[in-house]
């Protein structure tokens, strides 16, 4: 049976992506080599490194001045080495779930940090929208998707300090003006690559300005200078990320990207509101994300949610469990999930409905 991959992360990638990486793990670019067994400063590994690069910096339109970089750690090591790097004095936090509270917590350990408004009085189901961005903090952070609440931030924010952005589970979805950010950052495995890597964009002139001693491997500058290879980058992820940014180009870039997320989340979200079985969990239009769809069963229904899940599966949804701190379902729709995927979760929802 067909499966329809709807998990959150790591998620469902291009097939061209899995097929590029299954011919380079036994023969990459010609060498009779396998991409896991040649050495990163291996001509043809630092063509697929400068080519990674130089696609994610023409797919974002990245204006000069700022840096890609593929690093380790994932983006969990953002949250230490943001603030590590940016804050001086003062830093400021929009708190919109788990991740922007991880991300608070490291922050607090440099500096004063303040959480400019925060939505887990409700648990996190929406985007806080009044609040003040203290006008001296180094930086302003927020999660521009959060994957486990199904909430999203679809637009660049104007903010008066540099802006810092966690995009782990947006990127590419949508077209970002990245000159009205400071550092975007995520995890590779949501919406790229396989785990392993972890994209970071950084303008350069933002770096330098703090007292503190920055530990080389943790100090934006040194993968500045070295571009990425001061130390071995994860090979296999980047080779991955590279077949991704080629397969996104091929298809439109991000701009169709987003049109075609918008159809497919646009298709799931209707089906919610439509089947009396079902309610989302974010109720603003405005706040919904278009990469993970969360929805419960309506309170009249609850009795059926295992029901629900066996039956999914039994049609080939896969990952569509909710998050332990949502509960119900999340369906993930990423850039590679295929808009047949996305209909045939819709059948499945109507089908159960009729059987109910
Ligand atoms: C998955 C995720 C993270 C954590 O990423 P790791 O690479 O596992 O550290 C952080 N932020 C967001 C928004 C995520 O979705």
């Known amino acids: 049976m067909k499966k329809h991959n709807f998990y959150a992360g790591p998620s469902i990638l291009p097939q061209f992506t ?12 010609g060498t009779g080599l396998s991409v896991m067994e040649v050495s990163h400063r291996s001509k043809e590994f630092v063509a697929v490194m400068d080519e990674a690069q130089t696609l994610l910096k023409e797919l974002l339109s990245i204006p000069s001045g700022y840096h890609v970089l593929f690093l380790g750690g994932g983006a969990s090591t ?47 189901n929406y985007i806080p929208k009044d609040y003040e961005i203290p006008a001296d903090a180094d930086y302003f952070h927020i999660t521009t998707n959060n994957t486990i609440y199904g909430t999203e931030i679809k637009s660049d924010l ?16 949508r077209e970002v003006n990245v000159s009205k950010y400071g550092v975007i950052y995520g995890g590779a495995q949501k919406n790229l690559a396989p785990a392993g890597v972890t994209f970071v964009i950084v303008k350069e002139s933002l770096l330098g300005n703090v007292d503190r001693a920055i530990p080389t491997m943790l100090d934006y500058r040194t993968h500045i200078a070295k571009e990425s290879m001061f130390n071995t980058p994860p090979v296999l992820p980047v080779f991955a990320a590279l077949q991704t940014l080629k397969w996104i180009k091929d298809k439109g ?104």
């Open 18 to 29: 899995i097929d590029k990486v299954a011919e380079a793990v036994k023969d990459f670019a």
């Open 78 to 124: 953002q949250f230490t080495m943001v603030p590590m790097n940016l804050m001086q004095n003062k830093s400021a936090y929009l708190n919109t779930g788990s991740w922007s509270t991880k991300a608070i917590k490291e922050a607090k350990i440099y500096g004063e940090t303040v959480e400019v408004a925060s939505s887990k009085d409700a648990n996190f």
């Open 158 to 173: 104007d903010s008066p300090v540099t802006l810092v952005a966690d995009m782990s589970s947006d990127i590419f979805s």
């Open 253 to 356: 870039g991000v701009a169709a990207m987003n049109k075609i997320n918008n159809e497919k989340a646009g298709l799931l979200y209707s089906e919610i509101e439509r089947n009396k079985l079902f309610v989302p969990t974010v109720s603003d239009e405005e706040d919904r994300s278009i990469m993970n769809v969360c929805f419960v069963m309506d309170e009249q229904y609850k009795d059926l949610e295992a029901d629900f899940l066996s039956f999914a599966t039994s049609r080939g949804m896969v990952g569509i469990k909710g998050h332990r701190s949502v509960g119900g379902f999340r369906a993930s729709l990423y850039n590679a999930l295929p808009i047949e995927s996305v209909q045939e979760l819709v059948s499945t929802m109507k089908e159960f409905e009729a059987n109910n």
